[in-house]
Nanobody
Framework: QVRLVESGGGLVQAGGSLRLSCAAS????????MGWYRQAPGKQRELVAAITTVGSTNYADSVKGRFTISRDNAKNTMYLQMNSLKPEDTAVYYC????????WGQGTQVTVSS
């Protein structure tokens, strides 16, 4: 099965930026709509950004205008550029398909200090 590995998280001050990466062990991005999800402590996992096979994107209202999802099919990698970070963005971030989910990766921790 395809494995997903997230990276790029860290500790950043409010207003800062991070760029997350999602590397897949196989070529899945061209055939699947993909998403970035996050899970904050004590909360359910939520979808924050999605990209379709043809490159259409959509975002949760809470991140619209601040986050940008993109992918590089040749590198089997998907990205999440996060700007103007807020403390409420603190969470573990995961990537996965939009449907027929793969096994979740380990995620990458994003911590935004106020």
């Amino acid at each position: 099965q395809v494995r997903l590995v997230e990276s790029g998280g860290g500790l950043v001050q409010a207003g800062g930026s991070l760029r997350l990466s999602c590397a897949a062990s196989g070529s899945i991005f061209t055939l699947n709509d993909m998403g970035w999800y996050r899970q904050a402590p004590g909360k359910q996992r939520e979808l924050v950004a999605a990209i379709t096979t043809v490159g259409s994107t959509n975002y949760a209202d809470s991140v619209k205008g601040r986050f940008t999802i993109s992918r590089d099919n040749a590198k089997n990698t998907m990205y999440l550029q996060m700007n103007s970070l807020k403390p409420e963005d603190t969470a573990v971030y995961y990537c996965n398909k939009r449907r027929y989910l793969l096994t979740w990766g380990q995620g990458t921790q994003v911590t935004v200090s106020s």
